[in-house]
């Protein structure tokens, strides 16, 4: 059967697929510029088909909307980026969160696609824990680290990273390639940055193209491979979590 895509079901199926086993996916993307050679919507694009496949996978799976949007100020010196401040994705998410609660989900699943969402979401995410300690909120945070981690010969240069890179480009190279032009990938950027300390950039200062990394390298096997990698980490953490009816640390 599969899980459920919310925006497209009716009520009548929402009521017979919802109980209190159904776990929420919720992806959070943003709408910037990612090199010439990729759509302004690749941080949601990804995930969302993501969450998707998933939800084939998986009969208690209910994927929410998406949201489009983020934390994108450090990306506002190039043209069209569309950001929201700190503070209104915090409450964004934390009254998305806060919804699924007041409708007895409490299985949450955030896959997140734009770093600068990681700590708005963890903002939320602990407010609306400490409000509702029956919840369990799961978030991937930043897929783009974990599918180098997890196999460290895909890739060729800076282990996938970078913003339209590797990892990216070869991601909707996958499951979207008539968005992605590589004819205007731009060349190679891995900028210098110091090691285990973090600066907070502005993304003008890493690069003139909207791109870091190296996007020349991305190919579509390389990105069925991440895709592969992402689906079956999460299947086996909610069939994990299902095993302990999602009871964790000294409550397991």
């Not at 407010?127 to 981690?149: D, R």
């Not at 592969?228 to 999460?234: G, K, P, S, V």
């Not at 953490?237 to 999602?246: G, H, L, T, V």
């Amino acid at each position: 059967m599969g899980g459920k895509i919310l925006s497209e079901i009716n009520a009548h199926q929402l009521k017979e697929a919802v109980s209190e086993d159904t776990v929420a996916v919720l992806v959070l993307g943003a709408c910037e510029n990612h090199g010439n050679h990729m759509p302004f919507g690749s941080d949601f694009i990804m995930p969302y088909e993501l969450a998707c496949r998933l939800a084939s996978r998986y009969d208690r799976l209910l994927v929410l909307p998406p949201v489009p949007y983020g934390v994108s100020s450090h990306h506002k010196d190039f043209q069209m980026t569309m950001s929201l401040e700190p503070e209104t994705m915090v409450a964004v998410i934390r009254d998305i969160l806060e919804s699924l609660v007041a409708n007895r989900i409490e299985r949450i699943l955030i896959i997140n696609g734009h770093d600068g969402n990681i700590s708005p979401a963890e903002i939320a995410a602990r407010v609306v824990k400490e409000n509702n300690p029956k919840v369990v909120i799961s978030c991937i945070e930043s897929w783009w680290t974990l599918v180098g981690e997890f196999d460290k010969s895909l890739f060729d240069v800076w282990n996938g990273l970078g913003h339209g890179g590797e990892a990216e480009t070869s991601a909707m190279l996958a499951i979207r390639p008539e968005l992605v032009d590589m004819n205007l990938a731009p060349e190679q950027v891995v900028p210098a940055l110091p090691d285990n300390i973090r600066i907070y950039w502005k993304f003008s200062e890493l690069t003139t193209t909207g791109a870091t990394g190296a996007p020349r390298r991305a190919t579509a096997e390389k990105g069925r491979r991440i895709i592969e990698i992402l689906e079956n980490l999460l299947v086996s953490f909610i069939e994990n979590m299902d095993k302990s009816n999602w009871k964790y640390g000294i409550m397991k």
